[in-house]
């Protein structure tokens, strides 16, 4: 298994969510709301805007998003 990649909140890893079909549905302070549709309802991630994303952190994003971890992973 190879390691997370270091990611920015608001840029990177917002850009990385676009390209998988999330779409922002709202931004409040510094947390950026992302969703997808999909068959089994709606997928939300809440992303923090912060200059580098903790590990802790990115793992519940990952989890979250239903993404496979090697699209994080660099």
């Known amino acids: 298994m ?5 990611f920015s909140g608001g840029g990177e ?3 990385l969510l676009a390209q998988q079909g999330f779409l922002e549905v709202r931004r409040r302070g510094r ?11 709606t997928t939300t991630v809440v992303i923090p805007d912060h200059p580098e ?3 802790g952190t990115l793992l519940s994003i990952i989890r979250q998003s239903r993404l496979a971890r ?3 992973e660099g």
């Open 2 to 6: 190879a390691r997370l990649r270091v």
């Open 70 to 72: 090697g699209l994080f």
């Open 31 to 41: 947390h950026v709301v992302m969703q997808k549709k999909t068959p089994d309802g």
């Open 53 to 55: 994303i903790r590990i």
């Open 13 to 15: 890893l917002l850009n």
